[in-house]
């Protein structure tokens, strides 16, 4: 598999270049319906705490997989429950900062290698994204194709040093409220 064209499309780099880290295999039937780097008036960029909003689910494959991926994850934080039955997990990365900076400010090629294996793994490397994956993460090594792709000097990419653009902080930033299970209210 190779890069034919440019990935032209938003994705959310959460899921992408954060998710992995919580070591959930891909394809399991249960996934988050987005994940988010913030939280309005909640979480800042800046505390570090990975937000992956699900549906809540009363099936045995749920309950189990909450208990085992999500609230026995070593990196687990807090749970908030939110409207329309759903609940945000979230995930303290405190432990992994440097990777976390690194993400929130669009330099994933700075990303350390262990970081970036957990990313590849995840991916898959039958998946047919894997190769704009490592462009993103190795971008020195598809300087000279996106030069061309593009119409650029190679010089050029080369003093931007990414090939994947920033997170858009907006769409990283979930923006739901927490429901009081006191009185049913929202707040927040």
């Known amino acids: 598999m190779k890069i034919k064209s440019l990935y032209k499309d938003y994705f959310q780099k959460s899921r992408v270049f954060i998710y992995p880290a919580l070591d959930i295999k891909r394809g399991v039937s249960v996934t988050p319906i987005e994940t988010y ?20 689910r009363k099936d045995e494959e749920f309950i189990a997989f909450e208990k085992n991926k999500l609230l026995g994850n070593k990196m ?17 990365f405190q432990d992994m900062y440097e990777d976390w900076y690194n993400i929130v400010k669009g330099k994933y090629s700075k990303i350390s290698s262990d970081h970036k294996r957990r990313i590849r793994q995840y991916i898959g490397l039958t998946c047919s994204d894997l190769p704009y994956i490592d462009s993103f993460l190795y971008p020195e090594r598809y300087f000279p194709l996106y030069a061309e792709m593009i119409g650029v000097k190679e010089e050029l990419l080369k003093e931007v040093g990414e090939l994947c653009d920033l997170p858009n902080y907006e769409k990283e930033t979930l923006n739901i409220s927490i429901l009081s299970l006191e009185n049913k209210k929202e707040i927040v």
């Open 37 to 56: 780097m913030s939280w309005e008036g909640v979480y800042s960029l800046s505390d570090a705490k990975f937000c992956c909003l699900y549906h809540l």
């Open 76 to 92: 687990f934080y807090d749970f908030k429950q939110v409207e329309d039955n759903k609940g945000v997990y979230v995930f303290d």
